[in-house]
């Protein structure tokens, strides 16, 4: 079956840099998306990789290794609105998005 | 505003009653999906659409039916709600059928 491994929750304090990793199996790999979801609100789009390596928008990164299955979005710089629910999501060899349960992230003065 | 639109926002339903779940987009995009996000679980697909006048079965589509008049309108059916359809629902689209997706602000419906 296909699945998304990620951490259910996470704490860090603000100012410091926290990574979080995302581990997959799925039919295919057409690319893997990182969205960040406030509580209550609707998931919103924060980085794409298709091929390894290393993408960096801002205070946000985010890391692809396609033959150890896995992902990591790190966040520097960590501010309280950086309290979220991160989704990793994975698009298989149908085109279909594969969805991790997410991992709350808990950002403490 | 360019975006998505879901309505209602929240809803309480009686068991096996039928309800439509209303999703409208303005930016053209030809794919569009219905998810429901339970507490635990990722974001599970119901139905979607590639373009106009088709759909297609996501992982979880029994007890739903959509349809795809137009580009803009995406509606979800439940026929005869049942409370394990109690959920947090969410529209979204995106331009193609591999680009990021847009969501809506999502629809809270629970069923009694």
């Known amino acids: 079956g296909q699945n998304i491994d990620q951490p259910t929750e996470m704490t860090a304090t603000e100012g410091a840099i926290v990574q979080i990793n995302c581990t997959y199996q799925?039919?295919?790999?057409?690319?893997l998306f990182w969205y960040q979801q406030h509580a209550g609100e609707a998931p919103t789009f924060l980085s794409y990789?298709?091929l390894d390596g290393l993408e960096e928008k801002g205070r946000f990164s985010s890391f692809l290794s396609r033959s150890k299955g896995y992902s990591y979005l790190l966040l520097k710089e960590l501010q309280m609105k950086d309290s979220a629910s991160y989704l990793c999501?994975?698009?298989?060899?149908?085109?279909?998005?594969?969805w991790g349960a997410g991992t709350k992230l808990i950002i403490k003065p | 505003i360019a975006g998505i639109t879901q309505a209602p926002t929240s809803q309480i339903l009686a068991a096996g009653r039928r309800m439509t779940l209303r999703c409208t987009q303005d930016?053209?995009?030809?794919?569009m999906y219905w998810y429901r996000q339970d507490l635990g679980l990722g974001l599970r697909l119901i139905h979607y659409?590639?373009?106009?006048?088709?759909?297609g079965k996501g992982e979880v589509p029994d007890g739903y039916s959509v349809s795809r008049a137009n580009t803009d309108d995406f509606p979800l059916t439940l026929a005869s709600a049942v409370p394990s359809q109690t959920s947090v629902y969410f529209c979204?689209?995106?331009?193609?059928?591999?680009?990021?997706?847009?969501f809506g602000e999502g629809s809270r419906l629970t069923v009694l």
């Open positions: 990789n298709v």
């Open positions: 799925t039919s295919g790999f057409n690319g």
């Open positions: 930016m053209r995009h030809n794919a």
């Open positions: 999501a994975v698009r298989d060899s149908n085109y279909q998005l594969i």
């Open positions: 659409s590639n373009t106009a006048g088709t759909t």
């Open positions: 979204a689209s995106s331009e193609g059928t591999n680009g990021e997706l847009f």
